[in-house]
């Protein structure tokens, strides 16, 4: 059976990747295979200086068609964490189709530059599941309860 956008038996999903800019470069899998990574690394299509407490939208030059049953999830790169750079608004949707812009914000005291060609973010492909919400009069008791942050002690 060959799933919609799947190559037939990988199981994968095939994302069609379409090149805004001449320099965009396609996600890529920095560890393939058994232990591979999570994520896909996205690169900026463009130089960019975020200011201190700065949130700018860095344009990667890409555009992507995701399978219906498919979106994907960005993520921030660990490298750029370090540097006080966090993603924000990281969810892609399977029926857009527009440039894919990384919404970053500097938490550091300091201007961070981000060059052209650099990887900013992680792709998170995810599969799509269409919850259905119902509402109800009480929810069934659980350990945890409703222990939120800190509740396990640490």
């Known amino acids: 059976m060959d799933l919609e956008g ?15 800019h001449p320099s965009a470069q396609l996600p890529k899998y920095a560890h393939t295979g058994a232990y591979g990574d999570l994520a896909a690394d996205v690169y900026a299509v463009e130089g960019a200086e975020i ?14 068609e995701f399978p219906s049953t498919h979106g994907a999830l ?4 660990s490298g750029l964490a370090v540097r006080g750079v966090t993603t924000l ?42 919850a259905q919400f119902e509402e109800v009069a009480e929810l069934a008791e659980a350990a945890r309860g409703a222990g939120g942050f800190g509740s396990t002690g640490a």
């Open 6 to 20: 799947s190559e037939s038996g990988a199981g994968s999903p095939r994302i069609r990747v379409l090149k805004l």
């Open 51 to 64: 200011a201190a407490g700065a949130t700018v939208a860095v344009p990667t030059g890409i555009a992507m």
């Open 74 to 77: 960005v993520e921030d790169r």
């Open 89 to 130: 608004a990281g969810v892609i949707d399977p029926g857009y189709r527009g440039e894919l812009k990384i919404v970053v914000t500097n938490l550091s005291a300091g201007t961070v530059a981000v060059k052209a060609g650099e990887r900013i973010a992680q792709l998170r492909i995810v599969q799509r599941i269409e």
